[in-house]
T-cell receptor, first 111, second 114 residues
């Protein structure tokens, strides 16, 4: 089992709809969870981080964490064409502070 | 504030050659990371460092070496380059340990081994 798993997509969502991106992780002791957005040919940029169970909202973005199920998700409301990118889930392990990334989910927002 | 700076941006290397990818950060971050990203894939951790003089292997360390003599610099050395090392390499830094400290990335180095 990979440490951080994501559906590679592509995930196609109509403009204005909600995009839902999912991620599971295997290290139960992980404490910090990050969502990065990466445009083609660019560096990853942080969208949100979360470390407590529940929801965390920032503008159109909501991160959800369920440590019991080892599951983290990102919701993008009112999706815009500019949201089309690859979304990378990352997990920071306790003990050694490694930051491990998933393969990423490609998101296409359809105008 | 330059952040994380990587050089070079692009490089073509012949099989068997060696090179050093440079990474420097001016944010006084303790933690630094090297990742590689193959086409259509996520980032794989090569090596990381939690401070000057301390380095450790990541997920895919074979064929690479690192050193961390200063807080600012974290060079990645490729010895005997192979086509399998064709990738985009990202360096990142993080301020400290803790639950809410993300990694800040450099602009990447695109390496082709032919």
């Amino acid at each position: 089992q990979k440490e951080v798993e994501q559906n590679s997509g592509p995930l196609s969502v109509p403009e204005g709809a909600i995009a839902s991106l999912n991620c599971t992780y295997s290290d139960r002791g992980s404490q910090s969870f990050f969502w990065y957005r990466q445009y083609s040919g660019k560096s990853p940029e942080l969208i949100m981080f979360i470390y407590s169970n529940g929801d965390k909202e920032d503008g159109r973005f909501t991160a959800q964490l369920n440590k019991a199920s080892q599951y983290v998700s990102l919701l993008i409301r009112d999706s815009q064409p500019s949201d089309s990118a690859t979304y990378l889930c990352a997990v920071k392990r306790t003990g050694d502070d490694k930051i491990i990334f998933g393969k990423g989910t490609r998101l296409h927002i359809l105008p | 504030n330059a952040g994380v700076t990587q050089t070079p941006k692009f490089r073509i290397l012949k099989i068997g050659q060696s090179m050093t990818l440079q990474c420097t950060q001016d944010m006084n971050h303790n933690y630094m990371y090297w990742y590689r990203q193959d086409p259509g894939m996520g980032l794989k951790l090569i090596y990381y460092s939690v401070g000057a003089g301390i380095t450790d292997k990541g997920e895919v360390p074979n064929g690479y070496n690192v050193s961390r003599s200063t807080t600012e610099d974290f060079p990645l050395r490729l010895e005997l380059a192979a086509p399998s090392q064709t990738s985009v390499y990202f360096c990142a830094s993080s301020p400290r340990t803790g639950v809410n400290t993300e990694a800040f990335f450099g602009q990447g180095t695109r390496l082709t081994v032919v």
